[in-house]
């Protein structure tokens, strides 16, 4: 089993920034992929962005070039920091772990960025 640990979500004003963290603990492997998905009100949830062990990373197109995905292997965490930050980035941000076609959620962190 892997327990995951999110923290950082807030309220923001347009234009700043925010970094959420998500530490992963239990059984970890050294081959995993983790990553960071967002579910709006009334929408789906949807790809953020992805690391995959060592550093192949993979954005949505929407906040290509304002969010960074990164992790720290040897403390089983996965960061994302989120610049020009915008109202349209408001959701519940979930991190995502996957490892020998298993898959864990976060319980979830809310960001809401208003105008």
């Known amino acids: 089993q892997v327990q995951l640990v999110e923290s950082g979500g807030g309220l923001v004003q347009a234009g700043g920034s925010l970094r959420l963290s998500c530490a992963a603990s239990?059984?970890?492997?050294?081959?995993?992929?983790m990553g960071w998905y967002r579910q709006a009100p009334g929408k789906q949830r949807d790809l953020v962005a992805t690391?995959?062990?060592?550093?192949?990373?993979n954005y949505a197109d929407s906040v290509k070039g304002r969010f960074t995905i990164s992790r720290d292997s040897a403390k089983n965490t996965v960061y994302l920091q989120m610049n020009s930050l915008k109202p349209e980035d408001t959701a519940v941000y979930y991190c995502k772990f996957s490892q020998r076609s298993r898959k864990y959620w976060g319980q979830g962190t809310q960001v809401t960025v208003s105008s």
């Open positions: 239990g059984s970890i492997f050294s081959i995993n992929a």
């Open positions: 690391i995959t062990a060592p550093s192949s990373t």
